[in-house]
């Protein structure tokens, strides 16, 4: 029994390692909702102030997903987590030490660095060292990295009342230091993009010729849409305006339209680890239309108003939720499909696109509901005002069928087989 433990442990330490550290930082972009209280009291600002100071984070994520991308196509992954693990506990411990504004400033910006190479690291890896699991362990890295936002919530508050804010900071430090140990168990034996010799210049002049053929193909454009448009349930209803809108528009309280958001977000968590074995039983293209189709069609229900009780509501919400699966299948098919030496960059451009997706939906979301109400007092809203604004989301899922066509198109991953073993230039 300890010898095969062990033998599983040799095996999977690395995608372990790797999923800690991306849960890590994904904790540490949503901790800034669990403290606000503590926070604004400590830098004596405002909630505006605060917000944007909360926004510089997602900003900072969409410019630093292409560098992330460029450079683990290019240099060993173990160094470059390494260091920007090393990076996010500094910036944890400064906060802690040091409460001034500039200093929080800093750390959003370090936090949106770190995150974007511990996504794009995760996934060069697996697609390294785990090309035959790809399809599974993508799914079961993503869900991992999906439970930050549910673990900032409730163990935080919980801890943040049992033990005190200052206190619950110093075990988040902790867990970023049990997340560098368990990163140095990562050993060397990866995949090579660029050949041993190549100058700095010649390097940078093939990132930019991949960067410049990659930011015009209609298979990136199409992933990143097609994935953004599968954010927008998360986006739209969980991080802003879902407990508004559902609460006109199906009659229930408050409460209870966050408790079926809720539902549908832990549902999501485990449809993202089940993406990958449902990939290997029924394919791409089928799957993504049918689950596309439902999401749509129920979100339309919603909308009409058909929807208007709340354990009908939950049950919807979480249908929606275990089908939401094909956002996770873009990230699989672009490791299976794109060559190696791309994938990073490649995965990353996606990533940008899909967050400017769901940063138009949100002011687009608010947009039509001040114009369809003709008023900036949220308490004015009726169910219609809502329902109308509520559309965009059913028929994006509609629109987006148009996508599949380019996003499933059929391609061989390796002309030499599966092998992609070479050393890395900075070795």
């Not at 090309?131 to 439970?147: E, R, W």
């Not at 339309?300 to 249908?319: C, E, K, Q, R, W």
């Not at 190696?340 to 490649?346: E, F, I, Q, R, T």
């Amino acid at each position: 029994m300890v010898t095969r433990a062990m033998e599983y442990w040799q095996e999977y330490k690395l995608i372990l390692a790797c999923s800690v550290f991306f849960l890590f930082t994904t904790i540490q972009l949503f901790i800034f909702g669990t403290f606000n209280v503590e926070f604004i009291s400590v830098l004596d600002i405002g909630p505006a102030k605060y917000s944007l100071l909360s926004s510089v984070t997602f900003y900072s994520l969409s410019i630093f997903l292409i560098p992330a991308g460029l450079l683990f196509d290019r240099l060993n992954p173990k160094k470059l987590m390494l260091c920007t693990c090393a990076l996010v506990v500094l910036a944890s411990i400064a906060i802690f030490l040091v409460p001034s504004y500039g200093v929080f400033f800093i750390n959003r910006i370090i936090v949106a660095l770190v995150n974007s190479f511990a996504f794009i690291g995760g996934l060069k890896i697996l697609n390294s060292k785990y090309s035959k699991k790809v399809d599974i362990l993508t799914g079961a890295f993503l869900a991992i990295g999906s439970i930050g936002p549910i673990l900032a919530m409730w163990p935080y508050i919980y801890l943040k009342h049992l033990i005190g804010w200052e206190n619950t900071l110093l075990l988040n430090v902790g867990l970023g230091i049990a997340s560098f140990c368990l990163l140095c168990c990562i050993d060397k034996d990866f995949t090579v993009l660029t050949k041993k010799g190549m100058s700095l210049f010649e390097e940078f002049k093939s990132s930019m010729r991949s960067l410049k053929t990659l930011i015009f193909s209609p298979y990136i454009i199409g992933c990143g849409i097609f994935a953004g448009i599968y954010h927008f349930p998360e986006n739209l209803l969980g991080a802003l305006w879902g407990t508004t809108a559902l609460t006109k528009i199906c009659n229930v309280t408050e409460l209870q339209s966050a408790m079926a958001i809720s539902v549908m977000l832990l549902c999501i968590v485990i449809c993202t680890f089940f993406g990958g074995y449902l990939v290997r039983l029924f394919g791409y293209f089928k799957q993504m239309t049918i689950c596309t189709l439902l999401i749509g069609g129920l979100f339309f229900l919603i909308a009409a108003g058909l929807i208007n009780s709340y354990p009908i509501l939950v049950v919807t919400l979480a249908v929606v939720g275990l089908i939401q699966y094909p956002q996770t299948m873009i990230f699989i098919h672009m490791q299976k499909f794109q060559e190696a030496s791309s994938v990073s960059l490649s995965i990353a451009l996606v990533c940008v696109i899909m967050n400017v997706i769901c940063a138009f939906g949100q002011p687009l979301f608010g947009f039509l509901l001040e114009m369809n109400s003709g008023s900036l007092a949220i308490e004015t809203l009726s169910a219609e005002d809502c329902s109308l604004a509520f559309l965009i989301i059913p028929v994006s899922f509609l629109l987006s069928l148009a996508l599949l066509p380019a996003i499933c198109r059929k391609s061989k991953p390796e002309k030499n087989g599966s092998a992609r073993k070479i050393i890395y230039a900075s070795d």
